[in-house]
């Protein structure tokens, strides 16, 4: 009979001495509360409490968590944008206490603080300056929320603006305006090229020009010198400067037939003179014909006396 009370008595007390051992993780804290009233907080490890008297009340990460907010608000230009704030948090170690008693539902607390202020700065701003200055937008958040949530052990660690969404019509105007702005600037720099392309032709023609005026003149020298040697030439020979220019002119005004010989194509236009003008035309060129013959044997005699 002795040994059927023995050992449920037995059982009950391991079990009972079982439940005074209990193990907390690490990066964990455990609060403990005797009679509903706060006892201790044990951190990691393997930790003892009075069996039937004290017991866990609860337990809190010591590790950085995260807290996403969606807020929909309107900018400084009536735009409504939608922004996603993500606050990275830590309950503080040496404020467990403040964390886990002070504050039922931290999460909730912290997304009213972000709101509030996120509705208070963005509407201070155009929406171009919402994604310039998002990071001012995260700095208040985090400032304001480390005032507010140390006091109840908690410590923000970082505030980020991870997304900016302005309405859809909105999305695509700003596309719109981008798309404008960048064919414009395309069409600024294929005008610069076309003028480049202009100027840079008619500085050319003009080298041109003026390369072929050089050239032009240059030949008109030396045919005004060839003109002088050639006249100096038959004045050692006797012959006056009347007739040098005399046979030049016909030695030219044959040239000029002898090219038009040799192009088949070619077409000669006389012009229309009466008769006597045309008998006293062939008078003159024979009498040129003759000159000319006249002064080809001059120079050849004077030629032969020079060798001789």
Not at 125 to 152: C, G, P, Q, T
């Amino acid at each position: 009979m002795g040994n059927f009370i023995f050992f449920p008595i037995l059982f009950f007390g391991l079990i009972i001495l079982i439940s005074a051992f209990f193990v907390v993780k690490q990066q964990t804290a455990a609060i403990i509360e005797r009679f509903g009233k706060f006892q201790s907080i044990r951190q990691s490890g393997l930790q003892m409490k009075i069996p039937l008297v004290d017991r866990i009340s609860g337990k809190l990460s010591l590790k950085i968590q995260q807290l996403d907010v969606m807020i929909e608000t309107k900018t400084l230009d009536d735009v409504f944008v939608r922004l996603k704030v993500s606050v990275q948090y830590k309950v503080i170690k040496d404020k467990v206490y403040d964390a886990f008693y002070k504050l039922d539902y931290p999460h909730d607390q912290i997304t009213s603080y972000v709101f509030d202020v996120v509705r208070a700065e963005v509407p201070k701003m155009k929406l171009d300056d919402v994604f310039v200055r998002k990071d001012d937008v995260a700095i208040a958040v985090k400032s304001e929320l480390n005032d507010a949530m140390m006091e109840y052990g908690y410590d923000i660690i970082k505030t980020l603006v991870t997304d900016i969404d302005p309405d859809a019509q909105v999305k695509e105007a700003m596309n719109r305006i981008n798309a404008a702005d960048r064919e414009k600037t395309a069409a600024q720099f294929e005008g610069d090229a076309a003028r480049i392309l202009i100027v840079e032709k008619a500085k050319a023609e003009a080298e041109s020009k003026r390369l072929q005026g050089q050239g032009i003149a240059d030949q008109r020298r030396e045919i005004a010198r060839g003109l002088e040697e050639s006249v100096e030439v038959l004045n050692k020979v006797g012959i006056n400067s009347q007739e040098a220019s005399a046979l030049i002119v016909v030695t030219q005004h044959y040239d000029t037939l002898q090219s038009i010989g040799q192009q088949t194509n070619s077409n000669l236009i006389l012009l229309p003179n009466s008769p006597q003008a045309g008998s006293n035309m062939l008078n003159d060129m024979v009498a040129s014909f003759s000159a000319s013959n006249q002064i080809g044997e001059a120079m050849k005699n004077a030629k032969n006396k020079i060798d001789e």
